[in-house]
């Protein structure tokens, strides 16, 4: 493990269940959907494991609805624009956060976010967050042709911070990271404290190290 963290001179870290909580958000313009219906709203702790799985898996939770429903994209655009006018309002940074990013550039290394969250909402969310005036690249789920798992996202964070992909670490709450950050030659982080379903087992990933809270990152780098 000390091996695959030496040298390191990037970190890069998926966005939601992350580095920010954002299921509040999330849960809620989904929910908006339902009492727009007439139907009962559901308890915020009900959207939250779904989360991780943005559009479709708030739909799912409060429609079971998938992507083969006839009416999913519909859904799915009502959803987004329901999300686009409270992105912030009840979204905060994990605990921990702000003064893990503090120590990475104390340490002399750069930052940045790749996320699977459109730029349509990526941008003004980052830029409304003073957290991200220090990230030398955000890569949202469009800047690229593909999205993760595929690594073309993490290779374009790579280049934008002028890192090579081998010294970096991609730090993700879901096995789509993962996978996206071994594709890529990059150390891989499991943040097991971001948005786990109940069925989630992120032993299975194959993360190179996994953390309960932002700061066990910052021991990790220590140890290298």
Known sequence: MATVFHGIRAVLFDLDGTLIDSAPDLGAAADKMRTDRGLPSLPSA???PM?????RG???EAFGMGPDHPDFAVMR??????????????TTIFEGVPELVRQILERNMTWGVVT???????????QAMPLFATASAVVSG??????????????????RLRVPPEQCI??????????AGLAAGMGTVAAIYGYLGAKTDPAGWGAHAAIKSPSELLQL????
């Open 170 to 179: 991609y730090v993700g709450d879901d096995e789509r990271d993962i996978a």
């Open 46 to 48: 009900r959207y939250r």
């Open 221 to 224: 780098l220590a140890n290298a």
């Open 51 to 55: 989360a991780g799985a943005g559009a």
């Open 116 to 126: 699977n969250k459109a730029a349509r909402f990526t941008e003004p969310l980052t």
């Open 142 to 159: 469009d800047t690229t042709s593909h999205a993760k798992p595929h690594p073309a996202p993490l290779l374009e964070a790579a280049a």
């Open 77 to 90: 655009e009502e959803f987004f624009v329901n999300y686009e006018t409270r992105m912030t309002e009840q």
């Open 58 to 60: 708030m739909l799912a």
